[in-house]
């Protein structure tokens, strides 16, 4: 069945800097679009990074962008979100999500914490 492993987050100063890696299996990785996701507490769940399955088009969120960046590895079927100069704004769970034209399918989440 299909899978998404989250991993990478945890506690960081402002300014900071953390990975996120999300490892999938069961479906075909480099037929899906990925996303990366995050939830603060009381609040929505918001999209942060979109990468496609080919080509160079990212989406970022105005509040990430140049500060995160989003990439894929087909061969290790994971997608990655690089997080820089982080904010207490940040803090929140991350979610990666997966989806193909007839369905998607979500991560765990990991907990990304930024304080001082």
């Known amino acids: 069945q299909v899978q998404l492993v989250e991993s990478g987050g945890g506690s960081v100063q402002p300014g900071g800097s953390l990975r996120l890696s999300c490892v999938a299996s069961?479906?075909?990785?480099?037929?899906?679009?990925m996303s990366w996701y995050r939830q603060a507490p009381g609040e929505e769940r918001q999209r942060v990074a979109t990468?496609?399955?080919?080509?160079?088009?990212?989406y970022y969120s105005d509040s990430v962008k140049g500060r995160f960046t989003i990439s894929r590895d087909n061969a290790k079927k994971t997608v990655y979100l690089q997080m820089n100069s982080l904010k207490s704004d940040d803090t929140a769970v991350y979610f990666c999500?997966?989806?193909?034209?007839?369905?998607?399918?979500w991560g765990q989440g990991t907990q990304v914490t930024v304080s001082s």
């Open positions: 999500k997966a989806t193909q034209s007839s369905w998607e399918s």
């Open positions: 069961g479906f075909t990785f480099s037929n899906a679009v």
């Open positions: 990468i496609p399955t080919i080509g160079n088009i990212k």
